[in-house]
């Protein structure tokens, strides 16, 4: 209602602007709807990133190249809301880890996330701009440390990226334990402390199937 009465006024047919913009780019104005319905829910702190996972075994995703198909895409990896469900099912603790610029790029993030299907779950965002590969290592080290507050430990971790495998390294994640996302276009991994190197979800969502429930 927010939106559709900012938007009231009607053209000769009698449509509103928001009948008019929806007809015209669905898919552009249903973003920006659902960017205004997060906005006003977020004063709530829904799955807000300042609390700690729930108590079991952490699965921690980052989010560009990782649920993305590429650092620069909006394309979700094929599987990978399925990849999180399926955790999310076995009674682990997803959280999503983001080196996103939180003052400038939560709204869009949660709406990318829950238009795309992804469970609403802790989000954890910069709260600064990072310039620089050490200080997103730095960042997403700290940030781990404080998912791990009041829960086991971060069990299984996903990433694209050197400084997602440097932070995890540090954080104590098994090596055994780490799996890297191939980016689109890339014919390789990036380097890092990793098990096997993933060209999308579809073919890990057996193994997620196998594992004991978290605990």
Not at 142 to 152: D, R, Y
Request: with cysteine.
């Amino acid at each position: 209602m927010l939106a559709r009465s900012a938007l009231a006024g009607r053209n000769p047919e009698g449509e509103t602007m928001f009948d008019q913009r929806l007809r015209t780019n669905p898919r552009a104005f249903v973003l920006v709807i659902a960017v205004t319905i997060v906005a006003a829910f977020a004063t709530i702190g829904v799955a807000a990133g300042s609390a700690s996972a729930a108590g079991n075994d952490v699965v921690v995703f980052d989010i560009d190249g990782t649920l993305t198909s590429d650092t620069l895409s909006n394309t979700p990896h094929p599987g990978a809301v399925d990849a999180v469900k399926a955790y999310k099912a076995k009674g682990y603790a997803v959280v999503y880890l983001t080196a996103r610029w939180k003052p400038v790029q939560e709204l869009y993030t949660r709406a990318w996330l829950a238009l795309n299907g992804f469970p609403d779950q802790p989000l954890y965002m910069s709260s600064s701009l990072l310039i620089s590969d050490s200080a997103t290592v730095k960042y997403k080290t700290s940030a781990l440390a404080k998912i791990e507050v009041g829960t086991p430990e971060v069990k299984y971790a996903y990433g694209d990226s050197t400084t997602d495998f440097r932070a995890y390294a540090n954080a104590g994640v098994a090596q055994a334990n780490v799996y890297a996302l191939k980016r689109a276009g890339s014919s390789s991994c990036e380097s890092g402390t990793w098990n096997a190197c993933l060209v999308n979800y579809t073919g890990h969502l057996p193994f997620i199937a196998a594992l004991p429930p978290g605990t």
